[in-house]
């Protein structure tokens, strides 16, 4: 299976209106060195749901060199505060600089290392938590999160159609299996109420009751 279909990929891509001279180098590292990431059609999607919402306070459980939360950042209001996670020290230094290039260093929070251990620090409640780390991982996320999360809040995870993989029933590797409990986990939860939207690698969209 061919997800996301590459011509209905591409005529979005060609609708989508060009991102900011930081954002497209960003994109532009990104295919070059392999590294995945939300992209702009997400990213649009990001934003809009940030406005929409009013968020104030966002925690992104993995944030590589911190794409998507300049999409989370540009959206919140000035006082508005994204904590952002990640392993890589070098990624994230390479976070801060895009921030400070963005001026958009007074609302991030970089946090490095285990992401569930710097979630622990921060007592919420939260107005968004965005979930894009290592795909086994994303049924712990959504354990923890909800707690922490505001009445009327959203939880927001990325690759939840893995590129298809969710329908391969020979399939069972951890990363997988994670995304499909996950899927399952937020369709099925009583203090969520959830759609995914099949755009780029699937986004899922839950509003805390």
Known sequence: MVFPSPDVDEFLHELTPPTSELLSEIESKSATENSPI???LVGRVLYQLVKISQSKAVFEFGSCFGYSALWIAMAL???GRIICTEFDKGKVERGRQYFDRAKLSHKVTFEVGDAFESFQRYPGPFDLIFCDLDKRY???VLEVAVPKLKSGGLLIADNVLWSGKV???HDH???TEGIRQFDKGIYCHPE???SILPVRDGLSVSLKK
Request: glycine share 6%; proline share 17%; charged share 35%.
């Open 77 to 79: 209001p000035e006082e």
């Open 167 to 169: 329908l391969d029933r």
């Open 173 to 175: 590797s951890k990363d």
């Open 138 to 140: 994303y049924p712990q």
């Open 192 to 194: 969520l109420f959830s």
């Open 38 to 40: 939300i992209g702009p």
